[in-house]
């Protein structure tokens, strides 16, 4: 069985980080090399020794920041022994390498600018015996920490490139699932219909004696996602993931020599620690997949399947919701029976043991509930106005309200405020922003209906899918139960609603001011959006036979492109894009804001600030943990070592080039009569803000090009 191979290991040569270290003693270099390059005999053929030597930085960040910890410092370096063997000259190796100053100083830069999370997908593969027992399929690991895992591989980025026309993830469960269990070079997939109109898509060998089929309802997936300063004991880097789960059914009886079947009912055992397996949280998805009834599966794909299908064709359906209002004299009460799954979903959380147990410690919470249910089950009568639209809407804010209680408690976020209204500073980071400034956005939102149609949705949006449907009014809006980590900051469940309410106001306002400066039909405009967005994203889009760079250069293109049309909400369209790569730094913009004067009367007053260039943004976000954090970078957003100035300057002109963009009076040219690079470089470079997350980011063009100016910005909960 394969572990691992090229495509699944995504590790730069990480010795450049201990050259980027001045002086780092030559017997640090020769005691690595013995323990990892010279004498690895002692490591499964199949493991590649870049995860070895990534594994020692991350190990050793790990000793050092333990620190005050001595007993786990102690589990870490016995882990560090078993990880290398018991070989005592290893030993030796070892407690060399942990005392080293330079090395501890080359293995924090590794963790914290380096190494990244690895999208993967993890995969529960059952099959029922004749007793009518559940069993799930498990690897059983050869090297540390041993034991038994679920399936599962890394996410590539061009499985975005199959022919299912699936998404990203749900295709790389099929392939690793051929790679994993099928085990052949030459796997086919296809997709199928059955009797009950049921969806599967299959991955199968060449004669498909061997195959293995994916749910469609089960595609939804559940998503996990580990933080580098929560995980408690350090394996090797390669489990720091951001995991989507899918449960699946083999159609065949594998070996039983090289894979192992557990009973699911073992698995679930509390009293055996982990239940056989290696990590906790493979027993966690193992109980949610397979305790999800198919009741739930169908009520949770039907949400997906219209979700998505509005991705595909946003126009079409942005036609025919605004038809389904017209038909009904525009009333906001029409009917949207594709909010019913969201309603059961919430309903059946609001019943949920963990809000029981709550509801039965708190009174106030326990009627707080019922209030919420009932306002649920008052839209859902289907002999009657089934889910009309404003009033499922509003119902939905009212659950969220009240999950967002729920989220705030169980950090102990209320224990901390006093009756001066300040919040302690271990927790302002959670503060009400979104809420507390542009909770009217909602209501000057709801008005623009059904010009402008909110869809509230659990499903999981992509950047390319929020980029797919900016060429129409329909806005998604995402629903949470749990604190969520965006733009920069964990958002509670109102939070991160009313954060997308505020994106989408501010889009419909770009939108009717394009159109009013142009003087177009806002249908036209958003025609010439479909085609053109359409058109280059399928442009962008990462392929098979791309090299590393150009997948790299895709991503930071689709980055700067989702800074210009959905974090700087201007439609998608080729003049825009061109205007906007190109505007200068010091340049200043409008807004408003919510004002409270010294007799504690609030209004909204009109301002101007002085802003930085989009590119020094971009820049900006991807290297001071905006779409992600310090210790958790993605490399499916973009690789770290791509997040420099040099590349974002270059994937902007690339873009300019592309689209035949015509150069701004402020621009200067280069030979070719294009934007010049050298100049694009240099707004990338130019002023950034102050209060930044990730102070120990160095980009080696800001020397060079930064103009030597900063402006303060504040962190968003610095002046609540």
């Not at 002086?23 to 020769?30: A, L, M, P, R, T």
């Not at 599966?297 to 605004?322: A, C, G, M, V």
């Not at 992509?462 to 964990?490: N, Q």
């Not at 010091?586 to 009109?606: G, K, M, N, R, S």
């Amino acid at each position: 069985m394969i572990e691992n191979s090229i495509e699944n290991i995504d590790i730069k040569d990480t010795q450049k980080v201990l050259n980027s270290i001045e002086k780092v003693e030559q017997d640090v270099n020769d005691a690595i090399n013995q323990l990892v390059w010279n004498e690895y005999d002692f490591i499964n053929s199949n493991i590649w020794r870049e995860v070895f030597l990534t594994s020692l930085y991350y190990m050793i960040y790990w000793y050092h920041r333990a620190i005050r910890n001595k007993n786990l410092q102690t589990k870490i370096y016995n882990w560090l022994i078993e990880y290398f063997s018991n070989n005592q000259d290893k030993k030796d190796l070892i407690d060399r390498l942990i005392h080293n100053e330079k090395l501890k100083e080359a293995s924090r830069n590794y963790v914290l600018n380096y190494l990244t999370s690895k999208p993967t997908v993890d995969l529960v593969i059952s099959k029922t015996d004749e007793n009518w027992v559940k069993h799930i399929l498990c690897n059983e690991r050869k090297y540390f920490p041993e034991w038994n895992a679920l399936p599962g591989g890394i996410i590539r980025d061009d499985d975005e490139d199959n022919e299912l026309w699936l998404e990203t993830h749900i295709f790389a469960a099929l392939r690793i699932a051929g790679e994993k269990i099928i085990q052949d070079k030459d796997l086919i997939y296809w997709k199928a219909q059955w009797e009950n109109d049921k969806f599967y898509y299959f991955v199968a060998n060449k004669d498909k004696s061997t195959k293995i089929k994916l749910y469609a309802e089960d595609s939804s997936g559940y998503i996990y996602k580990d933080k580098l300063n929560q995980i408690t004991k350090p394996s090797d880097p390669r489990h720091l993931v951001d995991t989507i789960w899918y449960s699946m059914e083999l159609e065949w009886n594998i070996p039983d020599n090289w894979n192992i079947w557990i009973k699911k009912s073992e698995i679930m055992d509390l009293e055996n620690e982990n239940g056989w397996l290696t990590f906790s949280h493979h027993r966690n998805i193992v109980a949610f997949l397979s305790g999800k009834t198919s009741i739930e599966k169908e009520r949770n794909f039907s949400h997906k399947t219209w979700i998505r299908n509005i991705i595909d064709n946003p126009l079409e359906y942005q036609k025919s919701l605004k038809q389904r209002f017209k038909e009904n004299n525009n009333d906001l009460n029409t009917s949207f029976p594709e909010f019913f799954p969201i309603l059961e979903r919430m309903k059946d959380k609001l019943k949920s043991e963990e809000i029981n147990e709550l509801c039965s410690k708190n009174n106030i919470l326990f009627w707080l509930r019922e209030k919420v249910y009932n306002s649920l089950e008052h839209v859902s009568f289907k002999n009657r106005n089934f889910c009309p639209y404003l009033p499922t809407v509003k119902a939905i804010l009212k659950y969220i309200s009240f999950v967002d209680l729920i989220a705030r408690e169980k950090i102990g976020y209320y224990a901390v405020a006093n009756t001066e209204w300040k919040m302690n500073k271990e927790m302002i980071k959670y503060a009400s922003f979104h809420m507390k400034k542009y909770e009217y956005h909602l209501n000057d939102f709801l008005n623009k209906i059904p010009d402008e149609i909110a869809i509230p949705t659990y499903e999981h949006l992509w950047a390319t899918d929020l980029m797919k449907v900016r060429c129409s009014s329909i806005r998604f809006i995402g629903l949470s139960d749990e604190f969520i980590y965006v733009d920069e900051f964990d958002q509670s469940p109102e939070e991160f609603f009313m954060h997308d309410i505020d994106h989408s106001y501010r889009m419909s306002e770009a939108d009717e001011k394009y159109a009013k400066i142009t003087g177009i039909d806002k249908e036209d405009i958003m025609e010439e959006s479909a085609l053109f967005s359409s058109e280059y994203l399928e442009r962008i889009k990462i392929k098979k036979s791309d090299s590393i760079e150009e997948k790299e250069m895709k991503k930071l293109k689709k980055i700067i492109l989702f800074e210009i049309t959905h974090e700087d909400w201007k439609p998608f369209l080729k003049d825009v894009i061109s205007q906007w790569i190109q505007d200068l730094e010091w340049q200043t913009v409008h807004y408003e804001i919510p004002f409270t004067d010294a007799l504690w009367h609030t209004d909204i007053i009109d301002t101007t600030n002085t802003w930085f260039s989009p590119l020094a943004y971009v820049r900006h976000k991807l290297q001071h943990w905006f779409f992600d954090r310090v210790d958790k970078q993605t490399s499916q957003i973009v690789a770290p070592e791509y997040r420099t100035a040099e590349y974002i300057a270059k994937a902007a002109y690339e873009i300019l080039v592309d689209i035949w963009a015509k150069s701004s009076e402020n621009a200067r040219l280069d030979n070719d009569w294009n934007v010049s690079y050298e100049w694009l470089l240099e707004r990338t470079c130019s002023v950034s803000p102050t209060k930044i997350h990730n102070k120990d980011f160095i980009d080696p063009a800001i020397e060079k090009y930064w103009d030597g100016n900063q402006e303060t910005w504040n962190l968003r909960y610095e002046n609540l």
